[in-house]
């Protein structure tokens, strides 16, 4: 999370109310624009966040819906997500600096029956002052930045930061993606917004999904 720096979002643009859903991708399947069909854990599908999706499995919805729409969507900066998150607080949460019973679905949250076990369905938390739901908890979320463990370097204007210049040998220069918000499956600590962690572009996961950004040109 370290070093703080300074961002300047100088460019509106939107970020969706709800984690993408199972029914929001099963649309992408059905125009045969999405060629996974990812496993619900048995949890069931519908509207819980669509999880088990790689980097370029979200690349492929997010073409689809800008066809189908004619806007650009994309996955929002790692800044863009966290500013979002705070919902304008300055706490370690949107609503204070202490997790709270029935805030977030995540281990030992107070967010029964969810928390530890399952992601839960869209909006079955309050959403924070933005009307953003889910930015806490729940499953993480894809970002488009490349993975640095720190903000020293990071760009001060909001953009997905980009490989890193000396990746080690052998290893692919954006080997893995920034996720942000943490999970059902993870403690309230990592659910802060400035809370981040990692995975590798390629591997799917019961725990991360998305959210869709657009300009708003």
């Known amino acids: 999370e ?8 100088k460019k509106s643009f939107a970020l969706a109310s709800f984690e993408t859903t199972f029914d929001d991708w099963q649309a992408c399947i059905d125009a045969k624009a999405c060629t996974r069909n990812p496993d619900d854990h048995q949890w069931g599908k519908g509207k819980r966040p669509v999880m088990n999706i790689t980097f370029a499995d979200v690349k492929q919805y997010l073409s689809w819906l800008g066809t189908r729409s004619g806007k650009r969507y994309r996955l929002p900066s790692e800044a863009e997500w966290e500013w979002a998150a705070r919902g304008g607080a300055s ?20 967010a029964e029956p969810f928390g530890g076990f399952s992601s839960a369905p869209v909006g079955s938390y309050p959403p ?23 903000h020293l370097g990071a760009p001060s204007n909001a953009q997905p930061r980009g490989p890193e210049a000396n990746p080690m040998p052998g290893q692919a220069a954006c080997l893995a993606r920034v996720m942000k918000g943490g999970a059902w499956y993870y403690y309230a600590v990592m659910a802060r917004p400035q809370a981040r962690a990692k995975n590798e572009a390629r591997v799917f996961s019961y725990v991360l999904g998305f959210r ?6």
Do not use: F, Q
């Open 2 to 9: 370290r070093p703080p720096h300074p961002v300047s979002i």
């Open 91 to 110: 706490s370690l949460y949107p609503w204070g600096d202490k997790m709270e019973p029935g805030r977030a679905n995540c281990r030992e949250c107070g």
């Open 128 to 150: 924070n002052a933005y009307g953003l739901y889910d930015m806490n908890g729940n499953i993480w979320e894809w970002t488009e930045d490349c993975w640095h463990p720190d």
């Open 212 to 217: 869709v950004a657009r300009d708003m040109d």
